[in-house]
């Protein structure tokens, strides 16, 4: 039941979405016939295709919210020849002629991403309809508090409610305003499938595979953004890895580790020709084009020991100046200590600990112990994984920082 509400949950919401012009409704709606399904097929067992059972369970809820509606005004307009209900007017989303997206979650996802919302907001509600992220898998991808994102998501609801917002696809010149909402939000989409926040699976590659379909499509829409060639890049390089971040038995294979023999040729050529649109296009690289070249060096170098940090390096001091943060800072110390050597790594680290909004990242105490691990100071790095898989809420990711400080363990003693 759990597999198959993650798979077809951000399909019926949208779908609803689209019919009620209600995002709150909308999920509720859904959530009822989950909850009917709870119910039913342990009587009845599963069916031959839940997805398409929870969907008509769905919109005949829909349908019935619509027949309700529509007496409601009725009845209104016999007593007090009052209008339609606010919010009502105009032809239905099916109906418009500048509807040239033709997808439900991309459309939901413009929708969902209205500038009435804050930025904040809009990406955190967007998340939580599209990618069903709980409140916590989003707190992570924001590096802020639980209840902070539950508000976010709250508010928002509430303000496209109340502000009467029209369910129709924006036109091409409110798209733009919108777009780089939309790319945060299918890139954080691919995030959570590519590192799963929590659970007993290092991957979610459903969601990777649905935030590449959303990135083609928007590459098909705005063929003249390079960010959103620089984001279709970056999904597909790192998604041609799949196949080798995991074992027979499910367990984590780090990057300088995996057979790139196993890497997708077809995805990374696909990453490859998306950069090269995108730098095509001109100007300086955005942040996801930046990302794509980055993951671009890891593409091109038969084996690891090949790969151009020196680049790697220079392209992470090109992100920090666009877009500053803690986390770019962290993976740019990695890159330096691939380049540089591990103290120099570690300085870089070491400066970050300070830093409150990494207070409860477990990949901070994760790379400060690989570092010191390869400095040969096994205690220290011993304690760092320690905590590091204290604060990891993957299961797999926890079983690998316990092998890793075990095995540092082994060596001090």
């Not at 929870?54 to 809820?61: D, G, H």
Request: some cysteine.
């Amino acid at each position: 039941m759990e597999a198959v509400w993650r798979m077809e949950s951000a399909k019926i919401i949208a779908k609803l979405a689209r019919m009620l012009r209600n995002v709150g409704l909308a999920e509720e709606l859904a959530q009822d016939a989950l909850v009917s399904a709870l119910e039913q097929w342990p009587r009845t067992g599963l069916p031959d295709n839940p997805g398409a059972w929870l969907m008509a369970a769905a919109k005949n809820r829909a349908l019935d919210e619509l027949r309700r509606r529509k007496l409601a005004e009725r009845k209104s307009a016999a007593i007090a020849h009052e209008a339609p209900l606010a919010g009502q007017a105009g032809p239905e989303p099916e109906e418009s002629a500048d509807d040239d997206i033709g997808d439900d979650l991309l459309r939901l996802t413009f929708i969902a991403c209205h500038p009435v919302l804050a930025a904040e907001a809009r990406t955190a509600l967007t998340l939580r309809l599209l990618a069903g992220l709980t409140t916590s898998e989003i707190a992570r991808a924001f590096l802020v508090a639980e209840p902070t994102i539950a508000q976010r998501i709250v508010r928002a609801k509430r303000t496209l409610a109340e502000a009467h917002i029209p369910f129709e696809v924006p036109r091409a010149e409110e798209r733009a305003e919108r777009l780089s909402s939309v790319l945060e939000v299918i890139y954080l989409i691919f995030n959570e499938g590519y590192a799963a926040t929590a659970g007993d699976d290092w991957m979610r590659p459903a969601l990777c595979e649905e935030a590449l379909r959303l990135g083609r499509i928007l590459a098909e829409l705005a063929p003249g953004e390079p960010e959103v060639h620089g984001l279709a890049a970056l999904m597909e390089i790192q998604a041609s890895r799949i196949g080798a971040r995991t074992d027979a038995a499910g367990e984590p294979i780090l990057l300088l580790e995996q057979n790139r023999g196993r890497w997708d040729q077809l995805l990374i050529r696909r990453g490859l020709a998306a950069l090269r649109r995108c730098e095509a296009l001109g100007g300086a690289l955005g942040p996801y084009a930046l990302q794509a070249a980055i993951a671009a060096c890891h593409a091109r170098a038969p084996t690891a020991a090949h790969t151009d940090w020196n680049r790697i390096v220079a392209l992470y001091d090109a992100l920090a100046q666009l877009t500053p943060s803690p986390v770019v800072e962290l993976n740019r110390a990695v890159a330096v200590s691939m380049a540089f050597g591990p103290a120099a790594g570690l300085e870089l680290v070491d400066a970050l600990a300070a830093d409150s909004r990494l207070s409860g990242y477990h990949l901070l105490p994760s790379v400060r112990g690989d570092l010191l691990e390869k400095l040969g100071r096994f205690a220290e790095a011993r304690a760092e994984f320690g905590r590091a898989a204290a604060l990891a809420k993957n299961g797999r990711e926890r079983a690998l920082l316990l092998g890793r400080a075990a095995a540092c363990g082994a060596a001090f003693q």
